[in-house]
């Protein structure tokens, strides 16, 4: 099982899928994404109707998940869709979100200098 590292799946709740990097973690860790009128956005209160996929808060993800086509088969349609909406998201909330990969390593490094 791939997992990224400071995530901890011990605690026997649902494990989602990040369709940028593939790893598998918490839904807490995750933004869930819906698509609307042919556009990915956000959902941030994990409530819009309809297939969901789920990526990390990361530009990164974005960038791969774009870069595999990952959502047009997540969501199970055809052609490109637009990504503006939680490009945008992500970059409102910064690099540094809570659940974050780069958010925990940074905070560890911090609290831990060795």
């Known amino acids: 099982m791939v997992q990224r590292r400071g995530s901890d799946l011990r605690h026997g709740g649902p494990v ?3 369709v940028g990097c593939r790893a598998r973690t918490l839904p807490s860790e995750l933004l ?6 042919g556009a990915v956005v956000p959902d941030t209160r994990r409530r819009l109707p309809g297939r969901g ?3 990390h808060p990361d530009q990164d993800c974005l960038r791969n998940a774009e870069k595999r086509r990952a959502f047009p ?4 349609v055809q052609g ?3 990504v503006e909406g ?3 998201h992500l970059a409102q909330q910064g690099k540094e979100v809570a659940g974050s990969p780069r958010g925990r390593q ?5 609290v831990d200098p060795s």
Do not use: I, S
């Open 16 to 18: 989602r899928t990040c």
């Open 86 to 88: 939680v490009r945008g």
């Open 32 to 37: 869930r994404v819906v698509v609307v009128d």
């Open 80 to 82: 490109p869709l637009d």
């Open 53 to 55: 996929a789920w990526l």
């Open 106 to 110: 940074e905070a560890r490094k911090q």
């Open 73 to 76: 088969r997540a969501f199970r």
